[in-house]
T-cell receptor
C-alpha cells in the first residue's frame, strides 16, 4: 500500500502565485487533514475533512482553500502565495479525527520568495 | 489550543532514561504520541484513550492521567535510534481534530 502520497515534495513560488498541493490516500479513510510545520511551532492544523463534501477550518486557515470531492483526495490550494506561507506541509489521514492512528504523507517543502 | 510539552529539548547518553510530558488545559478524549526524524514525516508511536490503560511499545511506554489532563512518554534504556522530535497530539473528543504540541527534541549520544 502506498498510504498517503503528497506531491510535489519541493516547490518554490513567487509571491502572488497560486498553486495546489496534492494529497491522496489509498486506505479508504474518511478523515483527512492538512498541517503546516514551522520551526519551534510544532504541527498546526490548517483544514480538515470528515468525509467527501465536508470540510472545516483549523487553527491557521487564512490564505488556504480545500475541497474534498472524493474519499481519496484532499488538495490544498494557496490562492496568492505570501512569504509567511513558507513552511513544510503535511497531509494526514485516519479512520476518524482523533481516536485512531494518523498516517502522514512525506511532506511538501514550500518556499515563497 | 496547543498542549504544552516539556522539556523542550533533552540530551541523553545511550542507556539513560527520559520522560516527556504533555499537558492540556482541556478535558481530553485521546492523547497520541509521534516521533519525527529530521526531514521525515511524523511516525505514530501510540495512542491513549480516555478510560484506557497505560500503553507500552518495546522500551517506550506512556501514561494518561485523565483528571489532570496530562500524559507522559517514558523512554527507557535509550538507543541512538530514539533521537528525533517527539510530538503529543490531543483530541478533546472522538470527533474533534488532533492538536499537536510544539515538540520535544531528544538527542541520544554514544
Amino acid at each position: 500500500n502506498a498510504g498517503v502520497t503528497q506531491t510535489p515534495k519541493f516547490q518554490v513560488l513567487k509571491t502572488g502565485q497560486s498553486m495546489t498541493l496534492q494529497c491522496a490516500q489509498d486506505m479508504n479513510h474518511e478523515y483527512m487533514s492538512w498541517y503546516r510545520q514551522d520551526p519551534g511551532m510544532g504541527l498546526r492544523l490548517i483544514h480538515y475533512s470528515v468525509g467527501a463534501g465536508i470540510t472545516d477550518q483549523g487553527e491557521v486557515p487564512n490564505g488556504y482553500n480545500v475541497s474534498r470531492s472524493t474519499t481519496e483526495d484532499f488538495p490544498l490550494r494557496l490562492l496568492s502565495a505570501a512569504p509567511s506561507q513558507t513552511s513544510v506541509y503535511f497531509c494526514a489521514s485516519s479512520p476518524d479525527p482523533s481516536g485512531t492512528e494518523a498516517f502522514f504523507g512525506q511532506g511538501t517543502r514550500l518556499t515563497v520568495v | 489550543q496547543q498542549p504544552v510539552q516539556s522539556p523542550q529539548a533533552v540530551i541523553l547518553r545511550e542507556g539513560e532514561d527520559a520522560v516527556i510530558n504533555c499537558s492540556s488545559s482541556k478535558a481530553l478524549y485521546s492523547v497520541h504520541w509521534y516521533r519525527q526524524k529530521h526531514g521525515e514525516a511524523p511516525v505514530f508511536l501510540m495512542i491513549l484513550l480516555k478510560g484506557g490503560e497505560q500503553k507500552g511499545h518495546e522500551k517506550i511506554s506512556a501514561s494518561f492521567n485523565e483528571k489532570k489532563q496530562q500524559s507522559s512518554l517514558y523512554l527507557t534504556a535509550s538507543q541512538l535510534s530514539y533521537s528525533g522530535t517527539y510530538f503529543c497530539g490531543t483530541g478533546a473528543s472522538g470527533n474533534t481534530p488532533l492538536v499537536f504540541g510544539k515538540g520535544t527534541r531528544l538527542s541520544v549520544i554514544a
